[in-house]
T-cell receptor, first 115, second 119 residues
Framework: DGGITQSPKYLFRKEGQNVTLSCEQN?????MYWYRQDPGQGLRLIYY???????QKGDIAEGYSVSREKKESFPLTVTSAQKNPTAFYLC??????????????FGQGTRLTVV | AQKVTQAQTEISVVEKEDVTLDCVYE???????LFWYKQPPSGELVFLIR??????QNEISGRYSWNFQKSTSSFNFTITASQVVDSAVYFC????????????????FGKGTHLIIQP
């Protein structure tokens, strides 16, 4: 089945540690995204990538980094510079080739908690 | 800048009642797209509907219907004869064509409405 896989589902981080969230898609989509969701808040865009080896900052990129070495993979690293990393992180992909408002497909999310 | 407002933080109704979720948006672009997503407790966002700014026709899909009105910048979502399985957080989202430049640079989401359907 085609879809987006995020791992792990739950992740605990100690203060000062970097952690990496995985996102893999087998939909052959060009564009991929990372969103952050806080309780009672909508989704906010962290980073996005329209093509391999290229990515752009979203609205809240500070304290995060990404890479796009393969079309199907878009990992997100939460660095120690992110002051409040506890949140729910969602990865999404979109078929850029036919993009004119096509829908984005989402993974099941990773819940990150700082301990 | 674009903005999506979902003023209803939480709505609770009894099963079989009709319920409408409000969405108001702001954009400077004349070409844009509106979406509704459902987020069940599992966390994954499920796509429900897409509407482009040139198509103001209302749409009905089973118990779901959507009312798009450019004059009031609203894209409201109605569930008829609600069921317990409809309980979820619902998000309205906006994408502007000019911002994408032909590419894809993400959606602007509202804060969501938590819908509770009581049996």
């Amino acid at each position: 089945d085609g879809g987006i896989t995020q791992s792990p589902k739950y992740l605990f981080r100690k203060e000062g540690q970097n952690v990496t969230l995985s996102c893999e898609q087998n939909l052959n989509h060009d564009a991929m995204y990372w969103y952050r969701q806080d309780p009672g808040q909508g989704l906010r865009l962290i980073y996005y990538s329209q093509i391999v080896n290229d990515f752009q900052k979203g609205d809240i990129a500070e304290g995060y980094s990404v890479s796009r070495e393969k079309k199907e993979s878009f990992p997100l690293t939460v660095t120690s510079a992110q002051k409040n990393p506890t949140a729910f992180y969602l990865c999404a992909s979109q078929d850029k080739v036919s993009f004119r408002g096509t829908e984005a497909f989402f993974g099941q999310g990773t819940r990150l908690t700082v301990v | 800048a674009q903005k999506v407002t979902q003023a209803q933080t939480e709505i609770s109704v009894v099963e079989k009642e009709d319920v409408t979720l409000d969405c108001v948006y702001e954009t400077r672009d004349t070409t844009y797209y509106l979406f509704w997503y459902k987020q069940p407790p599992s966390g994954e966002l499920v796509f429900l509907i897409r509407r482009n700014s040139f198509d103001e026709q209302n749409e009905i899909s089973g118990r779901y219907s959507w009312n798009f009105q450019k004059s009031t910048s609203s894209f409201n979502f109605t569930i008829t004869a609600s069921q317990v399985v409809d309980s979820a957080v619902y998000f309205c989202a906006l994408s502007e064509a000019y911002r994408s430049g032909g590419g894809a640079d993400g959606l602007t989401f509202g804060k969501g409405t938590h819908l509770i359907i009581q049996p």
